[in-house]
């Protein structure tokens, strides 16, 4: 059984960084797609960003383009989430989540995935 732990949430003041990253264990996640979701109080869970562990093809959402990086590390079984110039807005609880599924990177539906973190806290404020 695939297990994951996101760490690396916390407070920021606005134009901050943060990473945040998604230990695994249990498994390999050498062919799975790992995808980063976020969900803030009162709104629907939604991804953010998402990688193909064997080639390294990942999706942004437009929200998070050119501000926020995914990336792995194989030996670590790990894959991290950059998030740099954090806004407000960015104001979430993140989640590391895992398939199997033969998914294309960009189809970051809650429900193509089959594994899922508790979550990490991220607060954007000054």
């Known amino acids: 059984q695939l297990q994951l732990v996101e760490s690396g949430g916390g407070l920021v003041q606005p134009g901050g960084s943060l990473r945040l990253s998604c230990a695994a264990s249990?498994?390999?996640?050498?062919?799975?797609?790992i995808g980063w979701f976020r969900q803030a109080p009162g709104k629907e869970r939604e991804g953010v960003s998402s990688?193909?562990?064997?080639?390294?093809?990942?999706y942004y959402s437009d929200s998070v383009k050119g501000r926020f990086t995914i990336s792995r590390d194989s030996a670590e079984n790990t894959v991290y989430l950059q998030m740099n110039n954090l806004k407000p807005e960015d104001t979430a609880a993140y989640y590391c989540?895992?398939?199997?599924?033969?998914?294309?990177?960009?189809?970051?539906?809650?429900?193509?995935?089959?594994?899922w973190g508790q979550g990490t806290q991220v607060t954007v404020s000054s």
């Open positions: 249990g498994r390999s996640l050498g062919y799975y797609v």
């Open positions: 990688i193909r562990k064997n080639d390294g093809n990942t």
């Open positions: 989540a895992a398939t199997n599924r033969a998914i294309n990177v960009a189809a970051m539906r809650v429900g193509k995935y089959d594994y």
